[in-house]
C-alpha cells in the first residue's frame, strides 16, 4: 500500500491536527463566499444582463472588487438601532455564519481529506444548515423594525416548509448507499456500477435525478434565493431581516448567504454528483485531485442555483407553501418508495 | 364615490380573529415609503396590517408637490413648457404637446404640418420609452432582476433618438408656439426606423422572457383586479382602464389632436382587469406605438417646422380645454387666459393621481408581496402625482 508513503499518513498529535483542519474550515468559508460572490453575484449576473461587471478594480475583470468590499464593510461604523435588543442583535450574524461553518465539518474532500467522517454525516449536515434560521429570526426580532420582522417570520415559516422535501430528497441517496456517511456515500457512488457497467462509478444523479431536482428546489428555498427569496425580497421588504445591519455585521450576514450556497452546493456535488471521486483516480491522487475535482462540481452545481436566481421572479409565500406542500413532499416520499422497492429488487 | 367594499376573504379573516380573542395579536401599522423601492419615489402607503393580509390602506401623497400649477402664473408660455416637462419625467415630450396645443388654441395659430408629424413622432417615441421602463421594473418589483436591465438597455436607444432630434434626453424643452425649436436631424428618419426594429424585437423578448414566465403569472393573475366600471368612477385612465375592458383612448376617441386621424392603429384592451392584464395591454401598446412611429416616418410631410407666430407672445382672452392619452393615461390643461403674457390659471389634471386614488379600495384583503405588484402594475410617476 503506497499509503504508507504518503504525507497524508502522517501521524500528528490530535491537538495539531484539529488546529489544521480548523484552520482550513475557517478559510474555506469566507474564500469559497467571496468565489461563489464574484463568480455569480458579479460576473455571470452581469453577463447575462448584457452588461460587465466590474472590470478594473485588481487588473483582471475586477477581481478584487468584493474583497475591497469586504475590507470596506470592516471600516464601516456599527450601527444598532436605538430600539435594537443589543445582545441578540449582536449575536444573529455570528449565529449565521456558524451554521454555515458547522455544515462544512462533514464535507469530504478526499479519501483522507475529511475533518470529521460522521457515520450520521448527512443527518448532521441538514440539521446544522437548518440552525442559520435562528440566527435569521433573531436578527429580525432584535432588529426593531417592521420589514425586519416580516422577513424573519417568512423565513421561519419557510425552513418548516423545506426542511422536509430537503431530507426526503436525501433520503433516497441514502437508501441507495447504505450509509447516512458522506464519505460512505461518495466510495459507494465511486464504486458502484449501473447494470454490470462500472467505468464512471455510479454518481446518484443518474438513478437520483428526481431527489437532485428535489434536493435543487429545497435548496434554493432554504438559501433564501429567488424565487424563494421572500425572506429578503428586495422590493417588499427592502431588505427583509438585514435592513438594520452595517458594516461588519452585515458582512457576517453576507458570508454566511454566500458560504450556504457554497455549503449546500458541496453537499449537492457529494451526495449526487460523486463528491471528490473522479473515474480512474485512486489513492494518494485522489488526496490531492479530490479538492479540486469536488471544487469544480461544486461550481456547476451553484451555476444551476444561480443561473435560477437570476431568472426567475419570486414567488408569494402562500404559494411557496403550496409548492412544497403539494407538490415536492409527495414526489418525495414517491421517490423513496420507488428507490425502496427499486433496492430490495435488484 | 362608489362604496368601499371589504373584500369577503378579509372580513371572513377578521371574524375568524375576533373569534380568538385571545390569539388576536393586534394590527400593525406598517409605512411604505416615503422611502421605499417599490413606490418609485416619495409616495407613502400606511398600511395596517394582519400579518401579511392588508386590511386598510392608506396613501399620502405630497411629499414632492412642487407647486407647478401656481409657478406657471409667474412665467410666460414659453417659460412654463421648462416645468411641465418635469411633471411625468419619464415622457416629458407627451407632456409639452396638450400646453403647447392649448396656448395655440387661444392664440389662433397652428403648427404647420410638418411639425405635428414630429410631435406625433416624439410622443409616441416617448410612450415607447416609458412603457419600456415599465416593462423590465414590472419584472423587478416581483422579484425578477434581469428583465429591468433589460428595459434600461432597450429604452436607451429610443432616448438616443430623443436625445438626437431635441437636445435633451429627458427634458426635451422642444415645443414652441407655433411648431417646434428645430427639425430633425439629417438621417435621424433612418435611424427611428432601424431603432423600432430593436424596440419590437425587444418587445418579443419580454413577452418571452416576464409574460411567458408561470411563476409571474402566478404573481400576477387575479391580482389587482379592477373592474370597469369602478375603475372610470375613480377617473382612472390610460392602459390601466383599457385593461380593464374600456375601450376607451382619446388618441382615438377625444377630440382630434396632432395626426392620430390619419394614423391606422388599434385600441388594445384586456377583459380580465388585473395586474397581468396592464402587462399585457401596455406590452400590445409598445408595439402599438412603434408602428405608428414607422407610419409617421412614412407620411412624413415636407415644409416648415413654424408658423409665423410674433415675436413677444400674447395670448388674448380665453379658457380652453385640451386633454391627451399620454403614456401614463389622460393628461390635460385646462388654461384660463386674461390677455398677458403668462397664463392667468392654468389646473393641470395628470394620470397618475387619478390612478393612484384607486389605491384604497385595490388595496383591501391583498398580502404584501401583492402590494408591490399592484403598485408596479399601476405604473405611475410621483412626479405626476404631486405635480
Known amino acids: 500500500m503506497i499509503a504508507s508513503l504518503s504525507p497524508f499518513a502522517l501521524e500528528l498529535g490530535w491537538g495539531t491536527t484539529m488546529a489544521i483542519k480548523t484552520l482550513v474550515v475557517l478559510a474555506i468559508i469566507p474564500a469559497g463566499a467571496l468565489i461563489l460572490g464574484y463568480v455569480f453575484l458579479l460576473k455571470i449576473m452581469s453577463h447575462m444582463q448584457s452588461r460587465l461587471g466590474p472590470m478594473d478594480p485588481g487588473g483582471f475583470h475586477g477581481w478584487y472588487q468584493l474583497v475591497g468590499d469586504g475590507l470596506k464593510f470592516l471600516q464601516k461604523e456599527d450601527v444598532m438601532p436605538a430600539k435594537a435588543d443589543r445582545r441578540v442583535f449582536a449575536a444573529a450574524p455570528a449565529v449565521v455564519v456558524l451554521s454555515t461553518f458547522l455544515v462544512f465539518a462533514v464535507i469530504p474532500m478526499g479519501p483522507d481529506l475529511v475533518v470529521k467522517n460522521l457515520d450520521v454525516g448527512v443527518f448532521y449536515a441538514l440539521a446544522v444548515s437548518s440552525l442559520s434560521v435562528i440566527g435569521v429570526l433573531m436578527a429580525g426580532w432584535a432588529s426593531a423594525n417592521k420589514f425586519a420582522l416580516l422577513g424573519a417570520l417568512r423565513a421561519a415559516a419557510q425552513l418548516i416548509a423545506y426542511e422536509l422535501p430537503l431530507l426526503l430528497a436525501v433520503v433516497g441517496v441514502v437508501i441507495q448507499a447504505g450509509t447516512m456517511s458522506l464519505q460512505g456515500i461518495v466510495f459507494s457512488q465511486q464504486n458502484g456500477e449501473i447494470f454490470g457497467w462500472d467505468f464512471i462509478g455510479n454518481p446518484f444523479i443518474l438513478t437520483q435525478f428526481v431527489g437532485f431536482a428535489l434536493f435543487l428546489v429545497a435548496a434554493q428555498a432554504e438559501l433564501t434565493q429567488t424565487p424563494f ?51 480512474g483516480v485512486d489513492g494518494d491522487w485522489a488526496n490531492i485531485l479530490g479538492p479540486f475535482v469536488l471544487f469544480a462540481k461544486l461550481m456547476l452545481v451553484a451555476f444551476l442555483m444561480f443561473w435560477v436566481r437570476f431568472t426567475y421572479p419570486r414567488l408569494r409565500e402562500d404559494q411557496l407553501q403550496a409548492l412544497a406542500w403539494k407538490f415536492l413532499i409527495p414526489i418525495g416520499f414517491a421517490n423513496i418508495l420507488v428507490t425502496g422497492a427499486l433496492k430490495v429488487a435488484f | 364615490m362608489t362604496d368601499i367594499q371589504l373584500d369577503p376573504g378579509a372580513l371572513r379573516h377578521l371574524a375568524d380573529a375576533q373569534m380568538n380573542v385571545e390569539l388576536d395579536t393586534g394590527d400593525m401599522i406598517l409605512n411604505l415609503g416615503p422611502q421605499h423601492p417599490a413606490t418609485h419615489g416619495t409616495l407613502r402607503l400606511v398600511v395596517r396590517l394582519d400579518g401579511e393580509r392588508v386590511l386598510a390602506a392608506d396613501p399620502v401623497i405630497g411629499y414632492m408637490h412642487r407647486g407647478y400649477e401656481k409657478l406657471t402664473e409667474f412665467r410666460t408660455y414659453p417659460q412654463v413648457t421648462t416645468l411641465i416637462n418635469r411633471i411625468d419625467w419619464l415622457s416629458s415630450f407627451a407632456n409639452e404637446v396638450p400646453f403647447m396645443d392649448a396656448a395655440e388654441k387661444l392664440m389662433g395659430v397652428e403648427a404647420p404640418p410638418r411639425a405635428q408629424w414630429i410631435r406625433t413622432t416624439l410622443t409616441e417615441l416617448s410612450r415607447i420609452a416609458t412603457f419600456l421602463l415599465f416593462l423590465g421594473e414590472m419584472g423587478l418589483q416581483v422579484g425578477a432582476l434581469t428583465p429591468a436591465f433589460y428595459g434600461f438597455r432597450d429604452r436607451e436607444h429610443v432616448l438616443n433618438l430623443i436625445e438626437a432630434a431635441t437636445g435633451g434626453r429627458f427634458h426635451p424643452n422642444f415645443n414652441r408656439i407655433g411648431g417646434l425649436k428645430d427639425d430633425v436631424p439629417w438621417g435621424w428618419i433612418a435611424e427611428t426606423r432601424a431603432t423600432m426594429k430593436i424596440v419590437l424585437d425587444a418587445c418579443d423578448q419580454f413577452e418571452d422572457l416576464v409574460l411567458g414566465n408561470e411563476i409571474f403569472g402566478a404573481r400576477t393573475k387575479g391580482i389587482g383586479i379592477i373592474p370597469g366600471d369602478v375603475g372610470t368612477s375613480y377617473g382612472v385612465s390610460g392602459s390601466n382602464i383599457r385593461a380593464s375592458g374600456v375601450d376607451w383612448d382619446l388618441r382615438r376617441d377625444g377630440k382630434p389632436y396632432l395626426v392620430y386621424p390619419e394614423l391606422d392603429f388599434k385600441v388594445w384592451t384586456h377583459t380580465d382587469g388585473d395586474s397581468y392584464a396592464r402587462y399585457w395591454v401596455r406590452l400590445q401598446e409598445t408595439r402599438e406605438s412603434a408602428r405608428m412611429v414607422l407610419q409617421c416616418l412614412e407620411g412624413m410631410p415636407s415644409g416648415p417646422i413654424m408658423a409665423k407666430v410674433p415675436r413677444i407672445i400674447k395670448v388674448p382672452e380665453g379658457e380652453v380645454w385640451v386633454e391627451t392619452e399620454n403614456p401614463l393615461g389622460q393628461m390635460a390643461y385646462y388654461v384660463i387666459s386674461k390677455g398677458a403674457t403668462g397664463p392667468f390659471r392654468v389646473k393641470i389634471r395628470s394620470a397618475s393621481f387619478s390612478n393612484v386614488s384607486i389605491l384604497p379600495w385595490l388595496l383591501q384583503g391583498v398580502y404584501v408581496p401583492d402590494v408591490i405588484t399592484i403598485l408596479a402594475s399601476l405604473y405611475f410617476i410621483l412626479g405626476d402625482i404631486d405635480r
Open chain 1, 229 to 279: 427569496d421572500m425572506p429578503v425580497a428586495e422590493s417588499e421588504l427592502v431588505s427583509g431581516y438585514m435592513v438594520e445591519y452595517t458594516g461588519f455585521r452585515f458582512l457576517f450576514f453576507f458570508i454566511g448567504e454566500f458560504g450556504t450556497a457554497f455549503g449546500f452546493a458541496a453537499l449537492a456535488a457529494t451526495l449526487f454528483l460523486g463528491g471528490w471521486s473522479i473515474p
